[in-house]
């Protein structure tokens, strides 16, 4: 093959690659994210331009300081808030923190196995997630009920006895049966106390809830 046609294979070579990432990318258009998105570190605000053009809050860490609390109350005010914290327990810590500050935020959550790090090692992160499980969870974002609203609203809770019937309070397994439940449901992983609250705050059925254990029982006995 001489230089030139070698030349002009390249060429076409690279308008292909350049025409097939241009067709990848085409779930992102038209989704436009216009909330402010509170992320832990610069690592996420990242991965996060990555995909999309976003703007981001940095906690820096779980101890958030009042003129971090600051910003995300004016966020709010002005363009709205996505919490989006990795899925361990400071992401946690600091949802806790902006929910009772910023009642009505919006939360996006990953699974554990979607931030988990590619070589296995290091901690869980926002910044190891795919594109893919990143648009996921941009594009399913739930409200949580306020305590007042969990309060007054008409729907039935979700007994006790039903989620120690499913194990999920006390006894051998019911921590990791509910870090699956949180993963399934998008609710994150909370500890036997927090378990009714956060059902109730994130609008759980029992038939959803139902559903969602099926899938974590069916997942435990593959990994036995």
Not at 1 to 8: S, V
Not at 163 to 168: I, N, P, R
């Given at each position: 093959?001489?230089?030139?046609?070698?030349?002009?294979q390249k060429r076409q070579q690279k308008r292909a690659t350049q025409q097939l990432a241009g067709a990848l990318s085409q779930p992102t258009?038209?989704?436009?994210?216009?909330?402010?998105?509170?992320?832990?570190?610069?690592?996420?605000?990242?991965?996060?331009?990555?995909?999309?053009?976003?703007?981001?809050?940095?906690?820096?860490?779980?101890?958030?300081?009042?003129?971090?609390?600051?910003?995300?109350?004016?966020?709010?005010?002005?363009?709205?808030?996505?919490?989006?914290?990795?899925?361990?327990?400071?992401?946690?810590?600091?949802?806790?923190?902006?929910?009772?500050?910023?009642?009505?935020?919006?939360?996006?959550?990953?699974?554990?196995?979607?931030?988990?790090?590619?070589?296995?090692?290091?901690?869980?992160?926002?910044?190891?997630?795919?594109d893919e499980a990143i648009l996921e969870a941009l594009k399913k974002v739930v409200t949580p009920l306020t305590a007042a609203e969990v309060?007054?609203?008409?729907?039935?809770?979700?007994?006790?006895?039903?989620?120690?019937?499913?194990?999920?309070?006390?006894?051998?397994?019911?921590?990791?049966?509910?870090e699956k439940l949180g993963d399934y449901l998008r609710i994150g992983y909370t500890n036997s106390k927090q378990l009714e609250k956060r059902?109730?705050?994130?609008?759980?059925?029992?038939?959803?809830?139902?559903?969602?254990?099926?899938?974590?029982?069916?997942?435990?006995?593959?990994?036995?």
């Open positions: 093959m001489t230089d030139d046609n070698q030349r002009r258009e038209g989704f436009q994210i216009e909330e402010i998105i509170v992320v832990e570190g610069k690592d996420d605000t990242r991965r996060l331009q990555e995909v999309l053009p976003v703007d981001t809050i940095e906690t820096i860490g779980s101890a958030i300081n009042d003129e971090i609390l600051e910003q995300i109350q004016h966020a709010q005010e002005t363009r709205g808030v996505i919490v989006f914290t990795d899925p361990d327990f400071s992401g946690e810590k600091i949802r806790k923190t902006i929910m009772e500050v910023v009642p009505d935020a919006k939360h996006a959550f990953l699974s554990r196995k979607q931030a988990a790090p590619g070589n296995h090692r290091g901690s869980l992160g926002v910044e190891h997630a795919s309060a007054a609203a008409d729907e039935p809770k979700i007994a006790r006895q039903t989620l120690m019937q499913y194990g999920l309070i006390a006894g051998a397994g019911s921590k990791l049966r509910r059902l109730a705050m994130f609008r759980i059925t029992e038939a959803e809830l139902a559903d969602a254990m099926g899938q974590v029982l069916a997942d435990l006995d593959n990994e036995e």
